[in-house]
Nanobody
Framework: QVQLVESGGGLVQAGGSLRLSCAAS????????MGWFRQAPGKEREFVAA????????YNADSVKGRFTISRDNAKNTIYLQMNSLKPEDTAVYYC????????????WGQGTQVTVSS
């Protein structure tokens, strides 16, 4: 099993910044990709960004390109999501997730952290 704990959410004004963290523990060696997802009220959960533990390859949704940056600290088993130029439409619960090596989907999820952007 892999445990994921997010932190760093909060209330920020439009144009501001926040940095989310996700600390992974347990059988982290069984995972190869970590991702951030978000879910706004009344909407489906959507992909935000992902990063591999090994090569650090990153993937970003078009809606956040140029504003959000995903990064990792392998020594701390932690990933981050730096969010700049935040917009009210970025308001959502943000979830960290981990994909198992050889898996097609994200098997492990954190409890989520609320991000609210006021206009």
């Amino acid at each position: 099993q892999v445990q994921l704990v997010e932190s760093g959410g909060g209330l920020v004004q439009a144009g501001g910044s926040l940095r989310l963290s996700c600390a992974a523990s347990g059988r982290t060696f069984s995972t190869n990709t970590m991702g951030w997802f978000r879910q706004a009220p009344g909407k489906e959960r959507e992909f935000v960004a992902a990063i591999t533990w090994s090569g650090g390859s990153t993937y970003n949704a078009d809606s956040v390109k140029g504003r959000f940056t995903i990064s990792r600290d392998n020594a701390k088993n932690t990933i981050y999501l730096q969010m700049n130029s935040l917009k009210p439409e970025d308001t959502a619960v943000y979830y960290c997730a981990a994909r198992r090596i050889g898996g097609n989907d994200y098997a492990y999820w954190g409890q989520g952290t609320q991000v609210t952007v006021s206009s």
